[in-house]
Nanobody, 124 residues
Framework: QVQLVESGGGLVQAGGSLRLSCAASGRTFSSYAMAWFRQAPGKEREFVAAKSGSGGTTYILDSVKGRFTISRDNAKNSVYLQMNSLKPEDTAVYYC?????????????????WGQGTQVTVSS
């Protein structure tokens, strides 16, 4: 049974940093894209960042470029999101996801497995 477990969320002041982790179990995902999405209250789930199975292709949301970095460790079946210079508008539940494709989709429908989410709250 596939499981994705996120950790690292919390409450931080604007300008602060957090590092989210997502550990996958149940199968190996080194050939498949992994991603982070987020969902703020009353809003649709939004693509944040993704990395291909090989790690050679990275996509990232324009509004977080230069502040967020996605990385993955295939030996640990894990993906990470380093978030720096956080802003109140980054407040959301953050979800990790795994795709059926090696090249990362940027749409929700391209992902088959999802974690339960971790709350990130940025205070002003």
């Amino acid at each position: 049974q596939v499981q994705l477990v996120e950790s690292g969320g919390g409450l931080v002041q604007a300008g602060g940093s957090l590092r989210l982790s997502c550990a996958a179990s149940g199968r190996t995902f080194s050939s498949y894209a992994m991603a982070w999405f987020r969902q703020a209250p009353g809003k649709e789930r939004e693509f944040v960042a993704a990395k291909s199975g090989s790690g050679g292709t990275t996509y990232i949301l324009d509004s977080v470029k230069g502040r967020f970095t996605i990385s993955r460790d295939n030996a640990k079946n894990s993906v990470y999101l380093q978030m720096n210079s956080l802003k109140p508008e980054d407040t959301a539940v953050y979800y990790c996801a795994v795709s059926r494709y090696p090249v990362p989709p940027t749409r929700y429908a391209g992902y088959d497995y999802w974690g339960q989410g971790t709350q990130v709250t940025v205070s002003s």
